[in-house]
């Protein structure tokens, strides 16, 4: 099962918004309503931030929001703080293996 | 509050074994798989294998499938990653985490960072 596809790097300004993709296949993100993002601080454990496509787990600021057209999941970022800054990682649930997969990750710059 | 708690970093030579664990709390450790999870260094998140400590049933993603053993002990809410040979292409971040349905991952451990060097 090959990795989801992250662009490697992302930047916006305070207060501006970001917009992660995330490429998959039929196989994984288009055909799963199991699509998770995660952010990781340097040298800290991943935080789950968005899962089933759009849900936030309590204490995640709205200002986190995902989405999902066809095999692409995207998470967006509005209101951009200086906290944000970080990589963030996508993963989606595989039906057909019945495994998860993560995708390549996208490190946050916030100018 | 739900924990996860893993053991501490470890240096090793190659060739010896490892395992580290990780014990959960806050929550009934039974009703939930435990995934793990690799960082290499300067690396992207890659998923080893989970088990369900209700009954220690295990899989493996095919990439660590023969390389590492999960194991675990409902007794005292532990999960544990074993090697029996390590090699320097161990070396790497490892974290346990909770799972919830369709493979989401709710929960994270704080990392052990395992280094293997001659």
């Known amino acids: 099962q090959s990795a989801l596809t992250q662009p490697p790097s992302a930047s916006g300004s305070p207060g501006q918004s970001v917009t992660i993709s995330c490429a998959g296949t039929?196989?994984?993100?288009?055909?799963?309503?199991?699509v998770s993002w995660y952010q990781q601080h340097p040298g800290k454990a991943p935080k789950l931030m968005i899962y089933?496509?759009?849900k936030r787990p309590s204490g995640v600021p709205d200002r986190f929001s995902g989405s999902k057209s066809g095999n692409t999941a995207s998470l967006t970022v509005s209101g951009l703080q200086a906290e944000d800054e970080a990589d963030y990682y996508c993963?989606?649930?595989?039906?057909?293996?019945?495994?998860?997969?993560f995708g390549t990750g996208t490190k946050v710059t916030v100018l | 509050e739900v924990q996860l708690v893993q053991s501490r970093a470890e240096v090793k030579k190659p060739g010896e074994s490892l395992e580290i664990s990780c014990k959960g709390s806050?929550?009934?450790?039974?009703?939930?798989?435990i995934s793990w999870v690799r960082q290499m260094p300067g690396k992207g998140l890659e998923w080893m294998g989970r088990?369900?400590?209700?009954?220690?049933?295990?899989n493996y993603s095919p990439s660590f499938q023969g390389h590492v053993t999960i194991s675990s002990d409902k007794s005292t809410n532990t999960a544990y990653l074993q090697w029996s040979s390590l090699k320097p292409s161990d070396t790497a971040m490892y974290y346990c985490?909770?799972?919830?349905?369709?493979?989401?991952?709710?929960?994270w451990g704080q990392g052990t960072l395992v280094t293997v060097s001659s």
């Open positions: 985490a909770r799972q919830m349905f369709g493979e989401t991952l709710d929960y």
């Open positions: 806050g929550y009934r450790f039974t009703s939930n798989w």
């Open positions: 088990i369900d400590p209700s009954d220690s049933h295990s």
């Open positions: 039929s196989n994984d993100i288009g055909g799963s309503k199991y």
């Open positions: 089933e496509v759009t």
């Open positions: 993963s989606s649930y595989t039906g057909s293996n019945n495994w998860g997969v």
